[in-house]
């Protein structure tokens, strides 16, 4: 009695360390996963194409929604839209204040609104809250963005 007493008792610490050490890969991966949208979102200042290419995966699935342009579908519409959009705005800044990070296996989404700030060519500012939802899937150590979404917010009444 007392030996099966002990493979219970093991079995049941055996089983707490793995859920702890479940935990602590989860909560690294969504930390990994909101540095990597963070890097995102700085990219956007430096309007550097090359550099933000690297935090995306580069082959036909991958998708952006951008308010002002058809779907871009597919790596080289993708970074066509990019370079559209930091055309259009030769100064910008991006913040997500607060991000919300899911992940699953090795795919994670973050949504939230952020603050856009973007000064047009003839000096005008525009300045405006959008919904945010960007997909990453995980290749190797890095997470890679797979899709970005943005939309302005509703008119409010």
């Known amino acids: 009695m007392h ?3 002990c493979l219970i008792a093991a079995a049941a ?4 360390m793995t859920a702890t050490v ?12 909101r540095q990597a949208n963070a890097t995102f979102l700085g990219m956007a200042g430096t309007r550097n194409i090359d550099a933000m290419s690297e935090l995306w995966r580069q082959d036909d699935d991958v998708r952006a929604i951008h308010p002002f342009r058809p779907i871009d579908e597919g790596w080289d ?6 370079a559209a959009l930091y055309e259009l705005f030769p100064e910008m800044t991006v913040v997500m204040p607060e991000p919300h990070v899911q992940v699953v296996g090795d795919i994670a989404w973050v949504t939230g609104l952020e603050d856009f700030e973007g ?6 500012v525009v300045e405006v809250t959008l919904r945010t939802g960007r997909i990453f899937e ?3 150590d890095r997470w890679l ?3 970005h979404q943005v939309s302005p917010p509703p008119n409010e009444e």
């Open 22 to 33: 479940a935990k602590a890969d989860e909560a690294a991966d969504v930390e990994a996963v």
């Open 13 to 16: 610490i055996a089983g707490s």
């Open 138 to 140: 995980r290749d190797g």
């Open 3 to 5: 030996r099966i007493q």
């Open 119 to 124: 000064t047009l060519a003839d000096g005008n």
């Open 77 to 82: 519409e993708v970074r066509a839209g990019f």
């Open 145 to 147: 963005l797979v899709h």
